[in-house]
């Protein structure tokens, strides 16, 4: 159905600038970076079903798109709210709306010390039997390995030597061949052929300057040939197969052999396994002074991140008061003065304890009232459409420029199932965002709200900001109707040209045109 009829495939690019932190760090842990702060985003649909997804040319699974996707767009229609709606963002809401950021960094910093502590307690607080148990296998295991008395590299020299071994009839047999036809009993040894051709050289060469270079050099392979003939020899003296060395190398290598399928693939894991359990088995042995030890740093880490959280939880409680009453101001603003917002702050508890996270011992939600004696409940399941259309435009105005969410907002018809007053509200309250934070409104939502404000110097302030950011021909016309309504002949003139260049066969542009040129 996506793919036009005929046709093989379909594309469709998305190219965002943005600075958003959180976006950064999102693509920088996985592995993707912004160049020129510009992220582009490519899908190619094929007839045969296939889907290739790009971010910045390089091919990425879809689930990562879908993972910064709300970081990039935030779609506000009556059933499709997205991050707002979804309560475990709520206290990352509060917190950037608090300007938080320094005082979490500062609990979570106390917080990872906790938990490391915690995690070394629950490593020593094991029960008395189990404690033993342990105890006395890693004692076996770091001894068994000490007795072994290994060394780097002995398997190796071990095997070596077995060969030579089980080979030795054969080394016996050549290197006695080869050494009776270097320096044998017999008359015709390589070295007394050698010897005869140098002594004919040497009678001959006092006649012959070029034989001098070859009497020397057959001098020097006389003696290379003497000292092959003695290793040869040297090597036949220590060549008596001796049983007993085969076997206890035998003996040794199956001992190593041993220990490598227990503890290790080479001699210097196997060492290191032995240096580890004899170091985990002292800790043991001095665990119970160890672990008072622990539990005592524990117990001053955990006053330290109680009031860090505490000192958290109260700054949360004091943002939460003024988002309460902004929110509550935008609401009024938009025709809905009785709907009451309220942001439930409550502990992360369990068994009469204090839970703390890496965000502290809060957790959040946003609750909403829409009727009069009516109780506050989840934001998320209390609203109807055409509220909840209104009560997330306020949420989001109040949001827009102090959190570090999506850089682009879609506005998805909004104003479905309002009209009259409400819908006046819904689009002087887009025009307000428009003018004070339009990089977060699509080109169609711009003008869309300019659409809908009475004003025109208000209109001409958002269409500026339309040609500024989009340079959209609409905009352009747009203000030359407004120009040419006011009797601006010359300004209209100018709007009708920039808009005539940017769409020079628009009909509706060619007879505004038509007309101001008159």
């Not at 039997?129 to 342990?134: G, L």
Request: aromatic residues 6%; negative net charge; charged residues 30%.
């Amino acid at each position: 159905d996506l793919i036009r009829s005929g046709c093989d495939f379909a594309l469709v690019d998305l190219c965002f600038e943005t600075d958003s932190n959180a976006l950064s760090t999102t693509l920088s842990d996985l592995g993707i970076e912004l160049e020129d702060n510009l992220l582009i985003i490519s899908r190619r649909l094929s007839a045969d079903g296939k889907s290739v997804c790009r971010i910045n040319g390089s091919i990425t699974p879809a689930s990562v798109i879908r993972e910064i996707a709300p970081l990039l767009l935030d779609i506000h229609g009556q059933s499709d709210n997205q991050s707002l709606l979804s309560q475990k963002n709520h206290l990352g809401f509060l917190d950037e709306f608090g300007i938080l950021g320094d005082e979490i960094d500062a609990y979570r910093k106390e917080y990872k010390i906790m938990k490391k502590l915690a995690a070394e307690i629950d490593e020593l607080s094991l029960d008395k039997d189990e404690k033993a148990c342990r105890f006395d296998m890693l004692t076996f295991q770091a001894q068994e390995i000490k007795a072994a008395r290994l060394k780097p590299g002995e398997d190796d020299e071990l095997i070596e030597t077995r060969e030579r071994l089980y080979n030795m009839e054969s080394i016996i047999s050549g290197a006695g061949t080869a050494y009776a036809a270097l320096y044998g009993s017999d008359e015709n040894t390589a070295f007394d052929l050698l010897k005869t051709a140098q002594r004919a050289l040497s009678d001959i060469s006092r006649f012959d300057k070029k034989l001098v270079d070859g009497y020397e050099r057959l001098n020097g392979i006389i003696a290379e040939t003497e000292d092959i003939a003695a290793d040869i020899n040297s090597c036949l003296s220590g060549t008596d197969f001796n049983m007993a060395e085969l076997d206890m190398i035998e003996e040794r290598l199956d001992l190593i052999n041993n220990l490598k399928r227990k503890y290790g693939n080479t001699i210097e894991e196997i060492i290191a396994f032995g240096e580890t359990a004899e170091a985990e088995a002292k800790k043991i042995e001095n665990s119970d002074e160890e672990l008072l030890k622990l539990q005592a740093e524990y117990k001053t880490q955990l006053a330290k991140v109680a009031a860090l959280a505490e000192a958290l939880s109260s700054a949360r409680k004091m943002a939460a008061k003024t988002l309460e009453e902004k929110i509550a101001a935008e609401l009024s603003a938009l025709d809905m003065p009785k709907v009451r917002f309220n942001i439930e702050l409550s502990g992360k508890s369990g068994d009469d304890e204090t839970i703390y996270t890496d965000t502290g011992k809060d957790n959040a939600e946003f609750m909403l009232s829409t009727n009069p004696g009516e109780n506050l409940k989840p934001m998320a399941k209390i609203a109807s459409g055409g509220e909840l259309s209104r009560i997330m435009l306020a949420v989001k105005s109040v949001l827009s420029g102090t959190t570090d969410s999506a850089d682009t907002m879609i506005f998805d018809e909004i104003d479905t199932g309002v009209s009259g007053r409400a819908a006046q509200k819904i689009a002087e309250k887009i025009a307000a965002l428009a003018k004070n934070d339009p990089a977060q409104l699509t080109v169609e939502e711009l003008l869309y709200a300019a659409t809908l404000t009475a004003d025109k110097a208000e209109k001409i302030a958002i269409y500026n900001k339309v040609v500024e950011q989009y340079n959209d021909y609409r905009a352009w016309n747009n203000m030359g109707q407004i120009y040419l309504e006011g009797n601006q002949i010359a300004a209209a003139r100018r709007c009708y040209t920039k808009a005539l260049q940017l769409e020079p066969n628009n009909a509706d542009v060619n007879y505004n045109a038509g007309i101001a040129a008159m």
